[in-house]
C-alpha cells in the first residue's frame, strides 16, 4: 500500500461557530499504479482529503501513513514526502513566478536538492512529456496561453519525478481540445513511467474515461469506491448526491428500457459502442 | 494556516444589539468611551460596568469572544499598569530597591487598567454586532456633512469596504499559493534572514500579480454596472432609524448624562 488514511477526521475552524467537518471517519487505501478518479460536488472534502495525501494538511483524527510510515510521526521528512507524492492545485497556473518557463519549472527539483545542471535536465524533461515545446523554454510564463500556462505549471510538479501525481481539476476552464490533450498526457505519463495517478474531476466522462478506480467523496465520508462500471450503476443515488452518471450511461439505460438488450452499466462511449454494435449484429432482439 | 481569522470580528446572531442601526452603534461607542475619560469614582465605574454587562448579556455573543480582544493589548496594560503603580509620587505604602509603591499609584493604576479593559470591550462589541459593510455605511452616513467641504465621503468608504473585503480573500490567496509552493518543496520556515526573504518571492510574485488581475476585473464589473461615484447613488439597504434606535439613542444620552453628572460630583 503506497498512501493509506486510517479514520481520517479534518475539523475546520474547531471551537468556533465557524466549525465544519470536512472529513468524517475517512479510510482509504490507494495501491502502487492506480489511476484513480476523485469525484463528489463542490465543499463535499475532495480538496482536504487530497492535501492530507502529501501532508499539507494534518489530519485532526486518524493517521495518514506513506509506505507503511506515519507521515506525521516525529522524525518523519515531509519535505521528502512532498516530492514524492505532487500535488498540482486547481488553477497551477497561479503559482508561477519565475522569470523564464525553464527556471520555474527548476524551482522544485531545486529545492529538492539537486544540481542546476541536473534539474535543468528533469525541467526539459518534465517540460517536454507535457508537450511545451522547446521554443517557449525562455519567454516569460505570463505571456503564455492559459493552456500552456496549465501545462508549465503541471510540469513544475512532474519534475520533482513525484511517484504519485495528485491533480485538482486539472482541466478547469481549458477548452475541449486543450482538456483532451492535458489528459492525454496524464494517461501517458500513467503508462509509460507507472506513475499513480489521482485525478479529482467534475467531469463524468473524463473520470469513466481514464480512471481505472473512482472514489466518490460526499460530506466529508466516501459512500463509494470501486471501478467506474460498478460507482456509476449507483447512479440514482450519486444524483441525491449532486453528482451524476457519464451521459452514455443514461442513454444506455434508456435503451435498455425501450427493450434493447445491452449493457447499462457502460461507461464509456466506446464500452457503449462495443455493446450497442454486439447487439445489432445479432440482429434487433427485444427482450 | 489562515483558517482562523476570519472578517472582521462579526459574530453572527440575532440580538437587539445586532438589529441595531449602525450609526447609533458607532456614537453609543464614541459616547461611552468620551465617558469612561470622565468618569473618576467608585460610582462612576460601577455604573459603567452594569451598563457594560447589561449590554454584552443583550449582545448574546459568548464573553470569550471579547476576551479575544484583550490579548492584544496584555502588553500594553502590564506596562501602564507597572509605571502607575511606581512612578506616581504620592502617600507610600511600602517599597524596595529604588522602587516605591504609593496609594494614588495604585488607584492610578487600577482605573487605569479598567479604562483600558473596558475600552477594548466595548469597541469589540461594536465590530462584533456590526459587519464591516454595515459599519461603513454607517460611518459614510455619519460623515456626509463632510462631503459640503469636498471630502470624498463616499469614495473612501467605497475603498474601505472594498480593502475590507479583500482581506481575506487575499488571506486565503495567500495560503494557496503558499500551499502550492510547498507542495513544490519551497520551505517558508528555516533558514537565516536573508534565506527567508528569499522564499518570499515564490509567493509575493504571484499574490501581486493575482491581487492586480482581481482589483482589475472588479474595476471592470463595477464599470459594467455604471458606477459612476457616490452622486446621486442610491442604497440597498438605505439605513433608516426604526423606534429602537430612537430608544437606544435616548438610553445612550440618559447614560451619557448621568456619567457627566459622576464626574462633576466626583463620584
Redesign the interface.
Known amino acids: 500500500m503506497l498512501i493509506e488514511l486510517k479514520d481520517v477526521s479534518y475539523v475546520?475552524?474547531k471551537d468556533?461557530?465557524?466549525e465544519v467537518r470536512a472529513l468524517d471517519h475517512v479510510n482509504l487505501g490507494i495501491e502502487e499504479g492506480q489511476f484513480i478518479g476523485i469525484i463528489g460536488h463542490t465543499g463535499s472534502g475532495k480538496s482536504t482529503l487530497i492535501?492530507h495525501m502529501?501532508g499539507?494538511m494534518k489530519p485532526t483524527e486518524g493517521q495518514v501513513l506513506y509506505e507503511g510510515e506515519d507521515i506525521w510521526g516525529e522524525k518523519y521528512n515531509l519535505?521528502n514526502l512532498?516530492?514524492s507524492v505532487?500535488?498540482?492545485?486547481q488553477y497551477?497556473e497561479?503559482?508561477?513566478?519565475e522569470t523564464d518557463v525553464l527556471t520555474d519549472v527548476m524551482?522544485?527539483p531545486k529545492?529538492?536538492g539537486l544540481t542546476p545542471a541536473e534539474a535543468e535536465k528533469r525541467a526539459r524533461a518534465a517540460l517536454l512529456s507535457v508537450g511545451v515545446a522547446e521554443k517557449y523554454f525562455t519567454t516569460s510564463p505570463?505571456e503564455l496561453s492559459g493552456g500552456q500556462k496549465r501545462r508549465v505549471a503541471i510540469a513544475?510538479?512532474l519534475a520533482?519525478d513525484p511517484k504519485v501525481l495528485i491533480l485538482d481539476e486539472p482541466t478547469a476552464g481549458l477548452d475541449p481540445q486543450g482538456r483532451d490533450e492535458i489528459l492525454g498526457q496524464i494517461r501517458k505519463l500513467h503508462r509509460e513511467r507507472g506513475i499513480t495517478i489521482v485525478l479529482v474531476s467534475h467531469s463524468m466522462e473524463d473520470v469513466a474515461e481514464y480512471a481505472e478506480r473512482i472514489i466518490v467523496v460526499n460530506d466529508g465520508k466516501i459512500p463509494f469506491d470501486g471501478a467506474p462500471r460498478e460507482v456509476f450503476s449507483h447512479y440514482k443515488e450519486l444524483e441525491t448526491m449532486g453528482l451524476a452518471a457519464p451521459e452514455i450511461t443514461y442513454v444506455m439505460h434508456e435503451l435498455r428500457e425501450r427493450g434493447f438488450p445491452v449493457d447499462v452499466n457502460a461507461s464509456t462511449v466506446a464500452e457503449a459502442k462495443e455493446s450497442i454494435l454486439k447487439d445489432l449484429k445479432g440482429g434487433i432482439r427485444r427482450v | 494556516m489562515f483558517?482562523?481569522i476570519?472578517l472582521g470580528q462579526y459574530?453572527?446572531t440575532d440580538s437587539i444589539l445586532h438589529k441595531l442601526d449602525p450609526r447609533v452603534k458607532f456614537i453609543g461607542t464614541i459616547a461611552f468611551i468620551i465617558a469612561l475619560f470622565l468618569i473618576k469614582g467608585p460610582v462612576g465605574y460601577g455604573f459603567a460596568t452594569v451598563v457594560l454587562v447589561t449590554l454584552i448579556r443583550l449582545s448574546k455573543v459568548p464573553f470569550k469572544f471579547m476576551v479575544r480582544g484583550m490579548k492584544a493589548i496584555a502588553v500594553i496594560l502590564v506596562i501602564t499598569m507597572l509605571f502607575n503603580i511606581f512612578l506616581t509620587p504620592g502617600e507610600k505604602l511600602f517599597s524596595f530597591w529604588i522602587l516605591t509603591v504609593t496609594r494614588e499609584g495604585v488607584e492610578t493604576a487600577v482605573k487605569m487598567a479598567v479604562r483600558l479593559i473596558y475600552l477594548v470591550i466595548g469597541s469589540s462589541l461594536m465590530t462584533l454586532t456590526t459587519t464591516p459593510n454595515q459599519l461603513t455605511d454607517g460611518m459614510e452616513a455619519l460623515f456626509a456633512p463632510l462631503k459640503k467641504v469636498h471630502v470624498p465621503v463616499h469614495e473612501i468608504s467605497m475603498m474601505m469596504s472594498i480593502a475590507l473585503r479583500f482581506i481575506p480573500i487575499l488571506m486565503e490567496e495567500t495560503d494557496?499559493?503558499m500551499?502550492?509552493?510547498?507542495?513544490?518543496?519551497?520551505?517558508f520556515e528555516s533558514g537565516n534572514f536573508i534565506s527567508r526573504i528569499k522564499s518570499m518571492?515564490?509567493l509575493l510574485?504571484?499574490l501581486f500579480?493575482?491581487a492586480f488581475r482581481r482589483a482589475n476585473d472588479l474595476a471592470m464589473a463595477m464599470e459594467a454596472r455604471c458606477y459612476h461615484g457616490g452622486e446621486g447613488r442610491t442604497q440597498m439597504k438605505p439605513l433608516i432609524y426604526a423606534g429602537r434606535d430612537r430608544i437606544a439613542y435616548g438610553l445612550i444620552l440618559l447614560f451619557f448624562a448621568v456619567c457627566v453628572a459622576f464626574a462633576f460630583l466626583g463620584l
Not at chain 1, 86 to 89: A, D, I
Open positions: 475546520y475552524s468556533t461557530v465557524y492535501q502529501n499539507l519535505k512532498r516530492t505532487g500535488l498540482v492545485f497551477p497561479n503559482q508561477l513566478f524551482f522544485g529545492n529538492k505570463f513544475g510538479v520533482m | 483558517k482562523d476570519t459574530y453572527p494557496k499559493i500551499k502550492a509552493q510547498i507542495a513544490r518543496g519551497a520551505d518571492v515564490p510574485v504571484p500579480v493575482s
